[in-house]
């Protein structure tokens, strides 16, 4: 090929490469996603590589239970569990409309049955019981279900002696399900009790946002507790708390880095360390288990020695 | 209420009139004896007693909310003084801080030698603003823990009166971790080898009233209420509105009876007509019984039988569909 | 007797009755005592009586440990235990003067061997583990003797089965017994951790002054903790605080009042009232330990009904 | 210490002006090459290396206090980064604080995963200033404790490293029960089922220090103090005088030495000559090696065995006499 030949091809594979129609206003939003803090034009799909954060600052955008779940859990290994519990409307609630079509709606927006996602996986090969909130489905909220599903994986972690890792992202209690929502704050933390008994590790994670009546429960029991960056995480709200003290909350109030530095959680972790984190964690508490059963038993020989001795 | 006079409630106002009514005829008899006057009065009088039993034997759900918020009603105090004039107060969390809105103490109650917890919203004006209005600080919440604690370890049954509108949201309880108070609340008492009562005497309000709820048996005063939510809030987050509380005191569910009805709680007691704060002694007594006969047969139960039998009763709460999987 | 002589015998006797000499300095302080707060002048026999504690203002004076033991005792039921125990001078501690001369000279004061008289007493029919400090003898500190004897005293109450009553009044740690002194605290706490163990009860009760390795050992951990009116209380001193923070400190600081309005008391009970309180805590916390025995066995009978009912 | 310059302390002064003789002399070689000063030089350096160890092998109880204050000495964190450059820090006491005078988390410590626990003094002066100079506040204890609970559920053996002045003597801390705080952790360190190691690795001050030191073994580097009181409290109260401290250092017996003769501690752990402000890296391999070699033995031990070891130790501690009664 000569130099003009090369230069012709040149300017052809430049014209290829060029996007011959401007973007629709839908392409272009799937392609590009513009940073909530800093502002920066993000290329989606680096963003979702990136754990949807942004690498310039640090931004953790909020994201749903299906994506959580892929960056923790060992690839094929999630086993989704009680998957099949769906609300009912036991007070048979309307407000501005009824809670069944409420329902309907939350589960059209999320693709979710429910505002929690519960089940079993292999994090860097250690089984753990995982449940994992979804802000996306009715704001997050606890009703029965929500109650229900992480009892019932907590008691699946007793039986089978998994550690158990919850992820929060939460309005608060499930209105519509009246005193029945309030009450899963009481059933999750006894079933926690139990948990405690068994001394099998809780890790609790706290997403923006986690409020109400799941941070005065489940989400503040954990052995650890782990804040993602940014995130709000409190027990009233912010709109609340300055009418009641009538005064403008500092804009630090309420965020992971605040709690931290009263202490109230272990640390905060970028969500791209997280299942090192996680994995650091389980394997460290695992192992005690393992070396305080070989200290009995070292005992028992220790003293099988010493009984073995005398009886001489 | 000892002689003080009532506050009447603005439901109550078909009967103020018709009282004041009767009232004005009663001067004008008095003034000039007349028999026709009289027999108009004896009509009224009845017509009075038939609109009080009718009244209160039709509350909505918002009226029951009245009286449970009744600025006169029976407080913790008042019931722990009428149970046992001798009754110990044990102050503080140990760690800084003695919140007056939880009151814990020793008492006597019957044969019982029990730990009363209760929240306390105050009467005067210095004294509401003491208990912050009966919300408790999360010191409050330890300090009831370690009480808890301390009823455990010598075996002492615990009775816990609720009354309140919510922990405390505020600046200070936030960054002192209310959220962590309440659910190691619940954790713990979820654990107890005791015997747990809960009496709702007037507000059950949230999580802050949860915190000292998890009991074997939840009682419930004829007019208290119970909610996830105040009606206030829950109106002006579903409804946008400050006018729909009427709406969602109806749509929530939170009256005694309702409760009952939903299997949420074991007994409601019966309240003297009109409300608690018409007769503190006979509203005491009531407690007082019902207490009783709860613990009576709660003591007949072992440590760990009373731990699984609470485990039990919160583990079946809730409602949801399962479907085909 | 005529009126005459009955007027003469009159003024006899009441000659007899009137003094004849003006009183010495000391029969007049023996007879006398002002009050150190609102300086009253009060009947020495008087203030006794009333429990060393000024009937004008409440003011409450420093008592010997004889008398706190005659205060809340039932009479004649005082059995003193290890009361041989002796400081011997571990560390040959020489400051302006020998540790053995200043034992001495501690002694001659108080009339004490040590700064804590240990014993079981009657308390309204009621049997207790009974200690208290003395600051009259080395200012209450706490060397290897105190350590010891409460030690000991609260193994005692763990073997018989006896609630602990604990009264304490001490500048803190014996510094001429050096680290021995500091690990006072420790020991006590053990012994204490077995006693928490043991679910026998333990009621501290702080009188003036209390201070240092005493308050942060056993004086606070009391299942119920109580003070006397005014007593001052506290970990560090007032001037050592003083000097840290630059500031004069208020008033109330560190008084029993100020500590139960920051939770650290469960209740400040004048000295008049104090056998009252106690043997009520006693008999209240006794009275349970049977019924929750009752119902253990109730339990069994009634399971034991249920099987007989099934087995026919 | 990591190419700074150290910070020379008093009693080394001799050490220094003969130093800087010889760095005189050798400047004075470098420019004018003579026999004889070489031989001087020569020397001097066989006198400056027996003068170091005769003043080393020779410490006043004073001298040792300066070496363990020294503000270059090796801290908490410096040995944490040094035993596990991945150890998990955990934060707060959960109830509203975070003390940064205390500081724990999860560390592998060779075969061991421990729960590490230590005072921090704080370098640079802001950093001082936040850690309160070594001294805790209530919250740091609680924190401890939290963390000693945490422990005591996973069976991990916990490593405490003690090196403050004492707790921290503020109004605050007193209103939030700084005695308490210290006399709970006695109580529920002496109940743990798991092995304690602690390390007096600086200053052993008082009711703060022993409050993460109810240990089954307590070792003490070789420069560090142990002491129920300051020495300047010590002789303020008990000389009346501010120029007695050397001779409150002397009689109160803090030495390691001392302490390990009166059977107090367990192990004197050998430190760098001129201290361990003078190689970190050695300092922190020979606190691990001795604490390696306390957790081995250790863990041979069940939990009630740990616990009962734990009691002995303490319930021998002290000295007196039992006369005949
Ligand atoms: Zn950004
Ligand atoms: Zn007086």
């Not at chain 1, 690498?55 to 923790?72: S, T, V």
């Not at chain 1, 690839?75 to 809670?99: A, C, I, K, R």
């Not at chain 1, 429960?217 to 300055?242: K, Q, T, Y």
């Not at chain 2, 010191?139 to 816990?160: D, Q, S, T």
Request: hydrophobic share 40%.
């Amino acid at each position: 090929m000569d130099l003009k030949e090369w230069f012709a091809s040149r300017r052809k594979s430049r014209e290829a490469m060029q996007v011959k129609q401007p973007l629709t206003t839908e392409e272009y939003c799937a392609l590009w996603t513009q940073c909530f803090q800093c502002r920066e034009l993000l290329y989606t799909r680096d963003l979702r590589s990136n754990f949807q954060v942004c690498p310039k600052c640090q931004y953790h955008f909020r994201i749903g239970a299906d994506q959580r779940i892929e960056q923790l859990a060992d690839p094929d290994t999630w086993q989704e569990l009680f998957g099949n519990l769906m609300s009912s409307d036991p007070l048979g609630f309307v407000d501005t409309d009824t809670y069944p079509n409420r329902l309907i709606e939350a589960t059209r927006k999320s693709g979710l049955r429910e505002a929690v996602v519960t089940g079993t996986c292999l994090l860097q090969d250690t089984k753990v019981a995982l449940s994992v909130m979804d802000f996306g489905h009715f704001g997050g909220s606890m009703g029965s279900v929500v109650g229900e599903k992480v009892t019932r994986l907590i008691e699946h972690a007793v039986e089978h002696e998994l550690p158990v890792i919850v992820i929060s992202s939460s309005g608060g209690a499930r209105m519509q399900e009246g005193i029945l929502s309030l009450m899963q704050m009481a059933k999750t933390s006894a079933a926690l009790q139990s948990l405690h008994e068994a001394k099998l590790l809780f890790v609790s994670i706290l997403t923006e946002p986690t409020f109400g009546g799941v941070t005065a429960s489940f989400a503040m029991l954990g052995d650890i507790i782990i804040a993602e960056p940014g995130a709000r995480i409190g027990f009233a709200g912010r709109r609340v708390i300055e009418q009641t003290i009538r005064q403008k909350l500092p804009n630090e109030f309420q965020t992971a880095e605040h709690l931290l530095k009263h202490g109230q959680v272990d640390m905060v972790v970028e969500r791209t360390k997280l299942k090192d984190t996680l994995h650091g964690l389980v394997k460290f508490h695992k192992r005690k288990l393992v070396a305080s059963a070989k200290a009995e038993s070292r005992e028992q020989i220790a003293q099988g020695k010493v009984s073995s001795r005398q009886t001489r | 209420m000892n002689g003080k006079k009532i506050v009447p409630l603005e439901f109550e106002q078909p009967l103020l009139l018709l009282a004041q009514q009767i009232e004005a005829l009663e001067k004008q008899l008095a003034d000039n004896p007349n028999a026709e006057l009289e027999t108009d009065i004896a009509q009224l009088n009845e017509q009075y007693i038939h609109l009080k039993r009718s009244l209160y034997a039709n509350l909505r759900p918002i009226d029951h909310l009245a009286i449970a918020r009744h600025p006169q009603r029976p407080y913790t105090r008042d019931y722990f003084e009428r149970w046992d004039a001798n009754w110990v107060e044990m102050h503080g969390d140990r760690q800084g801080s003695d919140d007056p809105a939880m009151v814990t103490g020793f008492l006597q109650l019957g044969d019982f030698a029990v730990l009363g917890v209760g929240t306390q919203k105050g009467r005067a004006l210095r004294d509401k603003q003491q208990c912050n209005f009966g919300m408790p600080q999360p010191e409050g919440y330890r300090k009831a823990l370690r009480n808890f604690h301390h009823a455990e370890k010598f075996g002492l049954p615990i009775v816990c009166l609720i009354d309140t509108p919510g922990a405390y949201p505020g600046l200070n309880a936030e960054e002192r971790n209310q959220a962590q108070a309440i659910a190691l609340n619940l954790r713990e008492l979820a654990g107890l080898t005791v015997p747990v009562v809960a009496v709702v005497t007037g507000e059950g309000g949230s999580g802050g009233a949860l915190a000292i709820g998890v009991a074997n048996r939840i009682l419930m005063l004829e007019h208290s209420v119970y909610s996830v939510i105040s009606p206030e809030g829950c109106a002006s987050i579903l409804w946008r509105s400050g006018d729909k509380v009427a709406e969602a005191c109806q749509a929530m569910k939170m009256t005694a009876r309702e409760l009952f009805s939903l299997g949420v709680i074991d007994q409601v007691i019966e309240e003297p007509l009109g409300g608690a704060h018409h007769d503190f002694d006979f509203a005491s007594q009531k407690v007082k019984a019902a207490l009783i006969g709860q613990l009576t047969e709660l003591t007949l139960l072992s440590g760990p039988s009373l731990k699984d039998d609470r485990h039990r009763k919160f583990r079946k709460m809730g409602s949801f569909v399962e479907a085909a999987v």
